[in-house]
């Protein structure tokens, strides 16, 4: 099967399309004519020329001097089709006006017609077609023709006239609905694309936070203990290290999902361990073990994979955010939930009291927490309390009927 080329078109079939479906349609330089288009223009001059052959009996018995400027007009108008792109509304007036009286120019007026048509939104195409109507008026008073009286030649040309006007517009409608669906499925992807972003960019600041913030708070540490026992000082900088460490392959798991470029099966992009609701006590006691006072009440089991990392990122952002804002102080997370009830998470912790140097953020974290809680169909809610606490309360949904991965 032939993969795709160019400007999303198939290069199986690139030839078959007209100009104005190759163009991406991003700026206004005028698209070369293709293959498809010159079998058309071709098609439309010959048809031109044999209308215009077709005529020549009708003209038989005019004077010497109508029969040279139908001969002459007839052949210049043929020549002009070769035009109809690039003027064609020019094109259409003239062989229409011309109409009105000269026989030979009609095979070139009913193509400038149809190219108005297929080319040019109703607004100019319309008038155009009354015009054409208009100028069979004259044409049946002042060439009667002998076996077909001027009622019936006049209905018969604007059976021709409406006839083509129609094909035309019904084209010119096939080609809007095949640009619509271009621009829908561009957009789409464009879409997508950001999603994405923005999917990576939640996961780097839920892990890359957590693990900055962690190493905020052991350095602060050895700062403001430099007395402190050699074995203390050496498992401070261990855990500086190794959250180091992990942050450093975070980062580059993430950055090597934005270069991977592969797009077949053979090549594709290995997902990164994704943390679940049975790691919540693995979080809680490294938050422990960097100083922290973290109580956990943990009584919910068997949450769906999704449903369990949303509300682990939510609680780690929690704990981040207390770690910035209220450190020292004690944290309590309980999280609770069943299946058909729902999976709820509130962190609390007393509000900071003391003028302490703060990690600095960029105050994004609730709003990604948020974010998240909705894009999972739940609610998230944060706030100073009148007891004096801050605090995080998350609820998202979990149905009955799930599946191991719900996202």
């Not at 809680?284 to 769906?304: K, N, S």
């Not at 995080?392 to 991965?405: F, I, K, S």
């Amino acid at each position: 099967m032939t993969r795709p080329r160019g400007d999303g078109a198939t290069g199986e079939y690139r030839w078959a399309l007209p100009s104005v479906l190759l163009g991406d349609g991003r700026d206004s330089r005028r698209v070369h004519r293709s293959t498809r288009d010159w079998i058309v223009d071709i098609a439309m001059f010959l048809v031109a020329c044999g209308l215009t052959l077709v005529s020549l009996p009708e003209i038989q018995n005019a004077p010497e001097p109508l029969i040279a400027l139908e001969q002459v007009m007839g052949a210049l108008a043929c020549i002009g089709v070769w035009l109809r792109r690039r003027w064609p509304v020019g094109l259409a007036v003239v062989t229409n006006v011309l109409s009105a009286y000269l026989e030979l120019v009609g095979g070139a007026s009913v193509v400038a017609l149809f190219t108005v048509a297929v080319h040019r939104p109703f607004k100019i195409s319309g008038p155009l077609v009354l015009l054409s109507l208009v100028t069979l008026v004259p044409y049946v008073m002042l060439r009667p023709q002998e076996d077909i009286g001027p009622a019936a030649m006049g209905v018969l040309g604007a059976a021709i006239v409406l006839t083509v006007f129609a094909w035309g517009i019904v084209i010119r409608a096939r080609r809007q609905l095949v640009w619509s669906l271009r621009q829908q499925a561009a957009t789409a992807a464009e879409d997508a694309k950001r999603l994405e972003r923005e999917r990576i960019a939640r996961e780097m600041h839920d892990v890359l936070a957590h693990r900055i913030s962690m190493l905020s708070l052991h350095a602060g540490a050895l700062e403001f203990r430099s007395d402190a026992p050699p074995d203390e000082i050496a498992r401070t900088a261990g855990a500086i290290r190794t959250n180091a460490h992990q942050a450093l392959q975070d980062l580059r798991e993430v950055i090597g999902v934005l270069r991977h470029t592969g797009s077949g099966e053979e090549d594709p992009v290995p997902d990164r361990p994704q943390p679940t609701l049975a790691d919540l006590p693995a979080l809680v006691e490294e938050c422990r073990q960097a100083g922290m006072d973290v109580r956990l009440d943990l009584r919910a089991e068997d949450a769906p994979e999704g449903l369990g990392r949303n509300l682990y990122r939510i609680v780690q952002e929690a704990l981040t955010n207390a770690r910035k804002h209220a450190g020292g102080a004690p944290v309590e997370v309980v999280v609770e939930g069943e299946r058909g009830k729902g999976l709820s998470a509130q962190v609390r912790n007393p509000l900071a009291t003391r003028h302490a140097p703060r990690i600095p953020g960029a105050g994004a974290g609730l709003i990604g927490l948020t974010e998240r809680a909705e894009l999972a169909g739940g609610r998230l809610e944060h706030g100073a309390t009148p007891a004096g606490e801050f605090v995080v309360r998350a609820w998202l949904p979990w149905p009955v009927e799930t599946t191991r991965e719900v996202s």
